[in-house]
């Protein structure tokens, strides 16, 4: 399965909470982080949480489960994360390309 999350639904500072849960002697370990649901009203963009009333937070949120430290995959993937954005060449500092800005050019390295 495949999960798409979308840069609006991602606050600028996420409510991140850690779950654990033991199921037949086993604890296992999950990382949730919490979207926000992005709205127009009367032409403003707001974002926020999804509450129907006090007390009844009803907002989406993504949790990565692991059996085993969590946190192996999570360094991989802010190690991946900083290839990526790690300048290589001086044209990184230059204004990004239309293919670039569309999503349309091949992932680095």
């Known amino acids: ?20 849960k033991e199921i037949e002697g086993h604890a296992f370990t999950g990382l949730r982080i919490y979207l926000e649901l992005p709205a127009t009203v009367d032409g403003q963009q707001y974002q926020g949480p999804f509450i129907h009333r006090p007390g009844d937070d009803d907002s989406a949120a993504i949790t990565f489960w692991g059996k085993r430290d ?23 500092l230059t204004r990004p390309t239309a293919e670039a800005q569309a999503g349309t050019t091949e992932p680095r390295g």
């Open 1 to 20: 399965m495949r999960v798409n999350i979308y840069a609006e639904e991602m606050p600028d500072e996420p409510r991140i909470e850690i779950i654990t």
């Open 70 to 92: 969590l946190r192996v995959t999570l360094r991989r993937a802010l190690e991946l994360l900083d290839a990526h954005y790690t300048p290589r060449h001086p044209s990184y």
